[in-house]
């Protein structure tokens, strides 16, 4: 065994329990903290778990890591891959703070803890409308200092991934495979491209295939790490909508651009305009829609980089355990202990310590949650 695969043994283990969905891994690591804690917890302790039996305690109890597991991640570290648990500092912090996010990622290049992130989606049969609106659009985000986010896929991911390269930027993209089968094929050249700009990633195992119910499993990633979705160009029964709705499900922003009115590539979005979608004509206007989270100095050009540059500051392994727990909603400092099974005075400390970086603040009553303000 690889030491990096050695290290990420309890997540791996965590991951396989037959029965622990996301979800259920996210309660228990909001619970517990980290996997080692988990399985040295008592029974008494696990079921206090929402969702947590007493076969799910037994089966974790006495679960063991299969050895497919353990020979996949040594395939990924010799690959040059990277296996990135909830709890590492390059975890997207955004992604975070939905219901069920994955315990870990597969990852070829580097990811990055900021939360300026912008989603583009649209239609893989695109029209030529669509390629043109959505490569300059990405251009002027990443040319702004933003990370575009998208899928890879055929259409509009892929203009999206390309635009931003072309405006010299980050571009993060999410499969709906596994990173052994990049899909579509003729995208393997952006595949690694888009890895030396920026990130390309899969909670899928390094072998899966692009299944169909695969890609609405991956638009919640790509929703829940963005602070906003635009919907570029889609028909009325698009799988864009899925991620437009989950963006909503999960309290993001979601922009559409509006098309010809005849056109039924463009029923999908001028839907959601009239449903209460921003209108998008440009990157001001999600600049506009998202001036409480993003900081815009007047640019002399449209080369010019404007936005400060979004990253959290250098914490500490106790610091990103805190950080990782709190969420845009304030969490009284009791519910914390519980969750990280702390004591209150260390965990007093680090509460402190997280407001003097400005990435948290407290409200009265002893409630404390993230400062997004103040992580851009």
């Not at 870990?104 to 992130?117: A, D, E, Q």
């Not at 985000?141 to 998208?150: C, F």
Request: aromatic share 4%; with cysteine.
């Amino acid at each position: 065994m690889q030491p990096a695969t050695r290290q990420l043994e309890p997540w791996l283990t965590l991951k396989s329990v037959p029965g622990v969905g996301n979800l259920i891994c996210k309660r228990l690591l909001d619970r517990f903290g980290k996997p080692e804690k988990i399985f040295g917890a008592t029974d008494e302790d696990l079921l206090t778990v929402e969702g947590v039996t007493p076969r799910l305690t037994a089966a974790i109890r006495s679960h063991r890591l299969p050895d497919r597991l353990r020979e996949e991640a040594d395939q990924v570290e010799a690959l040059g891959y990277r296996i990135v648990p909830y709890t590492d500092a390059d975890y997207p912090p955004l992604l975070r703070q939905i219901p069920d996010p994955p315990p870990y990622l597969y990852v070829h290049g580097i990811l990055s803890p900021s939360i300026k992130n912008i989603a583009l989606v649209g239609s893989r049969n695109a029209t030529r409308y669509g390629i043109m609106a959505t490569k300059r659009l990405a251009s002027d985000l990443a040319g702004l200092d933003i990370t575009v986010v998208s899928g890879m896929a055929r259409g509009v991911d892929t203009a999206a991934h390309i635009g931003a390269l072309s405006g010299g930027g980050r571009t993060m993209a999410v499969l709906g495979s596994g990173l052994d089968r990049i899909y579509p094929s003729e995208n393997t050249r952006l595949f690694h491209r888009i890895a030396e700009n920026g990130a390309v990633f899969s909670e899928f195992p390094l072998a899966s295939a692009p299944e169909p119910h695969h890609f609405p499993i991956r638009n919640r990633i790509i929703s829940g790490m963005s602070l906003g979705v635009v919907i570029v160009e889609a028909t009325k029964r698009s799988g864009s909508l899925i991620t437009a709705r989950l963006a909503l499900e999960q309290n993001r922003e979601v922009f559409a651009v509006p098309g010809n009115i005849h056109s039924h590539k463009s029923a999908g979005t001028n839907s959601l305009i009239k449903q209460g979608a921003k209108l998008v004509e440009g990157a001001q206007d999600i600049l506009e829609e998202l001036s409480h989270v993003i900081t815009v100095h007047k640019a002399g050009s449209r080369g010019e980089k404007g936005p400060v540059p979004a990253h959290l500051p250098p914490l500490s392994e106790d610091e990103q355990q805190v950080f990782a727990v709190l969420g845009p909603d304030p969490v009284h400092i009791d519910d914390l202990v519980r969750r990280l099974s702390m004591p209150p005075g260390r965990l007093s400390s680090i509460l402190l310590q997280l407001e003097l970086k400005g990435v948290a603040q407290q409200s009265p009553g002893k409630l404390f949650s993230t400062d997004i303000r103040n992580i851009v």
